[in-house]
């Protein structure tokens, strides 16, 4: 299995519907191609003294973070219909749910299908890192999902690369800055898109962040705009899909979450969901 998304939650409190940070490794090939972390403000944005001692996540981390349920349309894009792995299902599955559950999302409204590194191993993440040679920084979301997704691919005996060459992935070490989006790839080409039925047809589109597969992101801006988008540099109550990708400004988000929202159809989509609907997966 080379492709999954693996992921770990902390929570606020020792209840399961506090989710207070999520870290998200997408695997694709056996490559790691994206990278995805956000603090969650949890209920009442209220921690136990436990809990902060475990992950070193406290209130004043989380007072401006956006609740579960303005993250969840971000979240449902990485998960849904997605083979999700784990380091203790049975937590962070549970979590999932439950959070979902408070928040008034059906479970059913998420379709995957679930394996844990913990049925693998029978040790802890700290244990099985360590034997392993994994670097893991035990707590840390991001960390731990990754140090997972190693532990599965090492299981499976694929060897995780950081390139790939077939679908023109660099590494993203490589550059310092990503492009500014500017001049003739700000306008669509509406006239010469064959197909005007694909969902970037005449849609006002936003690329914020930093993207492994498209490290360079004129390049994808430019692929947009050939199927028909508007490229704009700026959220507004206009923008119909902001593409985020690593290192999302919280501005941006806030604004396309506002538009959500007020509009269903507006979407947030994220590197992997862009990436399938370019037929690139």
Same mark, same amino acid.
């Given at each position: 299995?080379?492709?999954?998304?693996?992921?770990?939650?902390?929570t606020?409190q020792?209840?399961?519907?506090?989710?207070?940070?999520?870290?998200?490794?997408?695997?694709?090939?056996?490559?790691?191609?994206?990278?995805?972390?956000?603090?969650?403000?949890?209920?009442?944005?209220?921690?136990?003294?436990?809990?902060?001692?475990?992950?070193?996540?406290?209130?004043?981390h989380?007072?401006?973070?956006p609740?579960?349920?303005?993250?969840?349309?971000?979240l449902?894009?990485?998960?849904?219909?997605a083979? !999700?792995?784990?380091?203790?299902? $049975?937590?962070?599955?549970? !979590?999932?749910?439950?959070?979902?559950?408070?928040?008034?999302i059906?479970?059913?409204?998420l379709?995957?299908?679930?394996?844990?590194?913990?049925?693998?191993?029978?040790?802890?993440?700290?244990d099985?890192c360590s034997?392993?040679?994994?670097?893991?920084?035990?707590?840390?979301s991001? $960390?731990?999902?990754?140090?997972?997704a190693?532990?599965?691919?090492?299981?499976?005996?694929?060897? #995780?690369?950081?390139?790939?060459?077939?679908r023109?992935? #660099?590494?993203?070490?490589?550059?310092?800055?990503h492009?500014?989006?500017?001049g003739?790839?700000?306008?669509?080409?509406?006239?010469?898109?064959?197909?005007?039925?694909n969902?970037?047809?005449?849609?006002?589109? !936003?690329?914020?962040?930093?993207?492994?597969?498209?490290?360079?992101?004129?390049?994808?801006?430019?692929?947009?705009?050939?199927?028909?988008?508007?490229i704009?540099?700026?959220?507004t109550?206009?923008?119909?899909?902001?593409?985020?990708?690593?290192?999302?400004?919280?501005?941006?988000?806030?604004?396309?979450?506002f538009?959500?929202?007020?509009?269903e159809?507006?979407?947030?989509?994220?590197?992997?969901e862009?990436?399938?609907?370019?037929?690139?997966?």
């Open positions: 299995m080379k492709n999954f998304v693996a992921i770990d939650f902390e606020a020792p209840a399961r519907y506090t989710a207070c940070s999520i870290g998200i490794i997408v695997v694709i090939d056996g490559v790691i191609v994206q990278r995805f972390q956000t603090l969650i403000q949890p209920l009442d944005n209220i921690y136990s003294e436990h809990n902060t001692r475990v992950h070193g996540i406290e209130p004043g989380t007072e401006n973070a609740t579960f349920k303005e993250l969840y349309p971000i449902k894009g990485f998960l849904n219909g083979h !999700v792995v784990c380091h203790n299902a $049975s937590f962070d599955i549970d !979590v999932l749910m439950k959070t979902m559950e408070y928040n008034g059906s479970y059913r409204d379709n995957f299908q679930v394996s844990d590194t913990l049925d693998y191993y029978g040790k802890s993440l700290n099985c034997e392993c040679g994994i670097e893991l920084n035990h707590h840390d991001l $960390s731990d999902a990754e140090a997972c190693r532990l599965f691919l090492r299981k499976n005996n694929i060897e #995780l690369r950081t390139t790939n060459p077939g023109g992935r #660099l590494n993203p070490s490589q550059y310092t800055d492009q500014r989006i500017t003739q790839i700000l306008k669509p080409e509406l006239d010469s898109v064959e197909d005007k039925t969902p970037f047809y005449g849609k006002k589109v !936003v690329i914020t962040g930093t993207f492994n597969t498209w490290p360079d992101r004129t390049l994808l801006a430019k692929k947009l705009q050939e199927l028909g988008a508007d704009d540099t700026s959220v109550t206009k923008t119909h899909i902001l593409v985020a990708g690593n290192d999302v400004g919280p501005k941006k988000m806030e604004k396309m979450l538009n959500i929202n007020t509009d159809s507006r979407k947030i989509i994220n590197e992997n862009v990436n399938k609907m370019l037929g690139y997966q």
